[in-house]
């Protein structure tokens, strides 16, 4: 069975532009959740989706963004891009919301800022 | 304020030679303490779940323990292929809201 993938690895954008990352859940899993991780907050909840639907969030500004399709494959978005950007974005799929127990993370997107 | 405090930051062991990990936390309403493991240049990887005060959890080299302020992941008899990042996480509610809250993690190297 295929595990969770994100588009693309590696990125860098510049301050000021926005940027969008993908992320392809394990096929039957309808929740998933993004996470950002940097060397000095460690990892940190961004939001949950279910059902086209977000579900659960963490305290990030309005900059931060998602979306899920009707396929469980959910997109996150980044405006205004600042150099405290910069970290690697991972997400995790799971069958149900709420189920942390039961995620299974993708190998993450590195977004460079400058 | 929610928050979660793993120490050591970094444990360097033997092998062989058995450890624990501490994971602290303050959060209003535990809805589950979570343990994972992190390897470089990947994603954690979910190790276990606990729910609950006396609550006990074993894997392989590994159990983890819960009391209503701290976890422990005991690893016994380590073997350098145990050597990762393990990070723990609880759950809170906020705002309407269920989150994730990780601590910064424990660094494990484990030498042969």
């Known amino acids: ?114 | 304020e929610d928050q979660v405090t793993q120490s050591p930051e970094a444990l360097r062991l033997q092998e062989g030679e058995s450890s624990s990990l501490n994971c602290s936390y303050t959060v209003s309403g535990l809805r589950g303490l979570f343990w994972y493991r992190q390897d470089p240049g990947k994603g954690p990887e979910f190790l276990f779940t606990l729910y609950s005060a006396g609550e006990e959890k074993e894997k392989e080299r590994l159990k983890a323990t819960l009391t209503k302020k701290e976890s422990f992941l005991h690893i016994t008899a380590p073997k350098p292929e145990d050597s990762a990042t393990y990070l723990c996480a609880v759950q809170a509610r906020s705002g309407g809201y269920n989150k994730l809250i990780f601590g910064a993690g424990t660094r494990l190297a484990v030498h042969p």
Request: include cysteine; charge should be positive; proline fraction near 5%.
């Open chain 1, 1 to 114: 069975k295929a595990g969770v993938t994100q588009t693309p690895r590696y990125l860098i954008k510049t301050r000021g532009q926005q940027v969008t990352l993908s992320c392809s859940p394990i096929s039957g899993h309808r929740s998933v959740s993004w996470y950002q991780q940097t060397p000095g907050q460690g990892l940190q909840f961004l939001f949950e989706y279910f059902s086209e639907t977000q579900r659960n969030k963490g305290n990030f500004p309005g900059r931060f963004s998602g979306r899920q399709f009707s396929n469980s494959r959910s997109e996150m978005n980044v405006s205004t891009l600042e150099l405290g950007d910069s970290a690697l974005y991972l997400c995790a799929s799971s069958p149900r919301w709420d189920t942390y127990n039961e995620q299974f993370f993708g190998p993450g997107t590195r977004l460079t800022v400058l």
